[in-house]
């Protein structure tokens, strides 16, 4: 199966990889994750995190609405981290204006690639 790899417009250039995976044939589209760079709070990662993932899938033609499945990792995850993170989806949701309702898997983590990352979201999307 041939692999395009894309660094859409507007995403940090990573030496060490793409942000956007595309597999022709099924066009399965994996989208690295995302995380917010500047810092902030939960909810303001959050939010950027969607914008990002928003972003890519731009950069490829596609929207949310062509993403099959989400997969969330949250640094010291408890479940009274959860409105904090429906803040920052609604936020989201709000600023794109999409309602952004794929599958999703939730997954606390110790720690992510700097300490002042306090979520992840990769993204798997479907395109014709």
């Known amino acids: 199966m041939a692999i395009t790899l894309v660094n859409p417009t507007g995403l940090p250039e990573i030496d060490a990889y793409r942000q956007v995976s595309i597999a022709t044939g099924s066009k399965l589209v994996f ?5 917010a760079w500047h810092g902030g709070d939960l909810p303001s990662q959050v939010e950027q995190c969607y914008v990002n993932i928003a972003t890519a899938l731009d950069g490829i033609g596609a929207s949310f609405d062509d993403v099959a499945k989400l997969t969330v990792y949250v640094v010291d995850w408890t479940p009274d981290k959860m409105p904090l993170l429906m803040e920052g989806i609604t936020r989201a949701a709000a600023k794109l204006g999409v309602t952004p309702v794929p599958p999703a898997t939730l997954i606390g983590v110790a720690t992510l690639d700097v300490p002042e990352h306090l979520i ?5 999307a479907v395109i014709d």
């Not at 992840?120 to 798997?124: K, P, Y």
């Open 31 to 35: 989208i690295a994750g995302q995380v």
């Open 120 to 124: 992840e979201i990769e993204a798997t």
